[in-house]
């Protein structure tokens, strides 16, 4: 499964951002796909899930309530819905694909990686 991130960008604090990841090579049928973030000079940590089918999420504690994962099996797409960003958000957005219906939060549990993509929140 190849992946791919966009839709990142600049925006100013309190703004909204919708990043994509799109696969391709292989479908993401019977995957959970997540999304990952690692700041300059930080781990990457984990920002959010989806299961297979799209059943079920699960969000850090930092994005709860601002952010929304979504998938559109379709068209092999997830998306990640950002709102009330804050500069802490700023960071190179990954999204993975686990090799089960379940991801989980650690990095370890996905098999495939896009090649992330920019948000930058400016206050």
């Known amino acids: 499964v190849q992946l791919q991130a966009f839709g990142g960008g600049l925006v100013q604090a309190g703004g909204s951002l919708r990043l994509s990841c799109a696969a391709s090579g292989r479908p993401f049928m019977n995957y959970a796909v997540g999304w990952f973030r690692q700041a300059p000079g930080k781990e990457r940590e984990f920002v959010t899930t989806?299961?297979?089918?799209?059943?079920?999420?699960y969000y850090a504690d930092s994005v709860k309530g601002r952010f929304t994962i979504s998938r559109d099996n379709a068209k092999n797409t997830v998306y990640l819905q950002m709102a009330s960003l804050k500069v802490e958000d700023t960071a190179v957005y990954f999204c993975?694909?686990?090799?089960?219906?379940?991801?989980?939060?650690?990095?370890?549990?996905?098999?495939?990686w896009g090649q992330g993509t920019l948000v930058t929140v400016s206050s």
């Open positions: 989806v299961s297979w089918p799209g059943d079920s999420t």
């Open positions: 993975a694909a686990a090799r089960s219906g379940v991801g989980g939060r650690r990095p370890d549990g996905y098999a495939y």
